[in-house]
């Protein structure tokens, strides 16, 4: 079977005269005394292209009279000028065939769905105009992303997704077993012996593949991942999943500052990809989703982000007077609602947070001289707080040693990494990037769950 013409080619090159064939989804049918006016999209674009059908076709009274939202159809015909406002051509059909019918029970009838019910349809709501854009979009942005680093000399490693590390130390990994769970095999003292699992250890979901990508970062330089990633935390909110996708980088020879300029340079060509790659699925989400939506994105990829440590930070937030719901002290991490009101109120923009308290964050951050901070930092946007959280890694053998032992976590497991510091040690540095919290600030979607394709959360794992 050959490949039908894709419409968003024939709605840019507009080859009029000439035969063309579609292959796509029903959106609409209207009749007059004589024709029928279909709206085929194929999810290629946002825009349908409108096929005219005349009573001279063979099936017009017993097939496509009955055409209805969602049916699939197979149409040739000429593309011709179209007498119709809204749009330049369309299609006078020679054939029209349905491959599939929808019937009236079809559940994304010609109306406005909340996205609340397009979650309990997930395998259909690609289907409809707001989340085809989101699909269209975040590829877009996913070949972004390799081209940026590709395009820098940076190699792709792929880290382990199966993994017996757990980078950020918190205990949020969901556990990977062989056991029969009804019997599993238990040591003397009544504990599950993972001795005798598959792996001969206990084993999770990767958090993170960024210790790993260490290891490559100490031979090849510079490298990224770009996988999935999950955390067992059991958060209900509108920025947190179960699985999502993380961009992470390392970067061997590079301080924290050198960090910074990588994670604003992928930021800013990611929003440009999205302004000028995208501009007809930005359109739809700046009209029905966020009205203010082209100002964000410009304050992103026009304007230099500001830098504030977080001590300065914690400052300002006191400056202000506003009684948050979390009281904001020294020592204590920053909220969702403390990161909003530093980008929406205080700088109006992106702003990078520098040198967090080390008792806050995980053990591989590199100590500063004060000896009660971090080389840390995390990249705050306006409506979704934090998108990205990086630092400088301690290269220092024996301070890396101290660290993990001041958070109690077992040198033997670790000693590969430990290693890395004793055999030819640099400074390096990287980040990570929750892909998701990128696709859903440039789409302005208000919940994370409408920006991956298969939102996994607590009490939540469809298909």
């Given at each position: 079977m050959m490949p039908a013409q894709r419409i968003v080619h024939l709605l840019r090159t507009r080859p009029k005269g000439e035969t063309v064939e579609v292959k796509g989804w029903v959106r609409t049918r209207r009749d007059s005394r004589e024709f029928s006016f279909i709206e085929v999209n194929d999810g290629s674009c946002l825009a349908n292209i409108q096929v005219l059908a005349g009573p001279l076709l063979d099936n017009f009274h017993s097939e496509i009279k009955q055409v209805s939202t969602g049916c699939s159809v197979h149409v040739t015909g000429r593309l011709v000028p179209s007498?119709?406002?809204?749009?330049?051509?369309?299609?006078?059909?020679?054939?029209?065939?349905?491959?599939?019918?929808?019937?009236?029970?079809?559940?994304?009838?010609?109306?406005?769905?909340?996205?609340?019910?397009?979650?309990?349809?997930?395998?259909?709501?690609?289907?409809?105009?707001?989340?085809?854009?989101?699909?269209?979009?975040?590829?877009?942005?996913?070949?972004?992303?390799?081209?940026?680093f590709q395009e820098r000399g940076f190699v792709q490693i792929h880290t382990p997704i199966i993994t017996t590390s757990d980078c950020e130390g918190a205990g949020e990994m969901f556990t990977v077993t062989a056991f029969d769970l009804d019997k599993p095999a238990r040591n003397e003292q009544g504990r599950i012996d993972y001795q005798q699992d598959f792996f001969g250890r206990q084993a999770g979901l990767t958090v993170s593949g960024q210790l790993e990508a260490e290891v490559y970062a100490m031979a090849l330089g510079n490298v990224y991942t770009f996988g999935p990633t999950f955390r067992a935390e059991n958060s209900n909110t509108s920025r947190h999943l179960a699985e999502f996708w993380m961009i992470e980088p390392e970067m061997a020879f590079c301080d924290l500052d050198g960090d910074i300029r990588v994670?604003?340079?992928?930021?800013?060509?990611?929003?440009?990809?999205?302004?000028?790659?995208?501009?007809?699925?930005?359109?739809?989400?700046?009209?029905?989703?966020?009205?203010?939506?082209?100002?964000?994105?410009?304050?992103?990829?026009?304007?230099?982000?500001?830098?504030?440590?977080?001590?300065?930070?914690?400052?300002?937030?006191?400056?202000?007077?506003?009684?948050?719901?979390?009281?904001?002290?020294?020592?204590?991490?920053?909220?969702?609602?403390?990161?909003?009101?530093?980008?929406?109120?205080?700088?109006?923009?992106?702003?990078?947070?520098?040198?967090?308290?080390?008792?806050?964050?995980?053990?591989?951050?590199?100590?500063?001289?004060?000896?009660?901070?971090?080389?840390?930092?995390?990249?705050?946007?306006?409506?979704?707080?934090?998108?990205?959280?990086?630092?400088?890694?301690?290269?220092?053998?024996?301070?890396?040693?101290?660290?993990?032992?001041?958070?109690?976590?077992?040198?033997?497991?670790?000693?590969?990494?430990?290693?890395?510091?004793?055999?030819?040690?640099?400074?390096?540095?990287?980040?990570?990037?929750?892909?998701?919290?990128?696709?859903?600030f440039i789409t302005g979607m208000a919940n994370i769950r409408e920006v991956i394709p298969f939102p996994r959360t607590p009490g939540s794992a469809d298909f």
């Open positions: 007498p119709a406002k809204g749009q330049e051509v369309e299609i006078h059909a020679d054939t029209i065939r349905v491959v599939g019918w929808a019937g009236p029970d079809y559940p994304l009838q010609k109306k406005k769905h909340s996205f609340e019910f397009l979650r309990t349809i997930t395998h259909l709501r690609p289907r409809t105009n707001s989340l085809g854009a989101v699909a269209r979009l975040r590829s877009a942005l996913s070949f972004a992303v390799h081209r940026f994670a604003e340079s992928l930021l800013k060509e990611l929003v440009r990809t999205a302004r000028e790659e995208c501009e007809e699925d930005l359109a739809l989400f700046s009209r029905f989703i966020d009205k203010n939506l082209p100002e964000k994105l410009a304050a992103v990829s026009d304007r230099e982000f500001q830098r504030i440590s977080y001590t300065d930070a914690v400052e300002e937030l006191h400056r202000s007077k506003k009684t948050f719901s979390f009281p904001v002290e020294w020592g204590v991490d920053l909220q969702s609602e403390h990161e909003r009101f530093l980008t929406e109120e205080i700088f109006k923009g992106p702003v990078v947070v520098t040198d967090y308290p080390k008792e806050i964050k995980p053990f591989y951050m590199r100590a500063n001289d004060d000896g009660r901070t971090v080389a840390a930092m995390d990249i705050l946007f306006p409506s979704i707080g934090e998108i990205v959280g990086g630092s400088q890694r301690e290269e220092r053998h024996d301070l890396l040693r101290q660290r993990l032992h001041a958070m109690a976590m077992k040198e033997e497991d670790y000693s590969w990494y430990l290693d890395l510091r004793r055999y030819g040690t640099v400074p390096h540095a990287g980040f990570g990037v929750g892909f998701e919290r990128i696709v859903r």
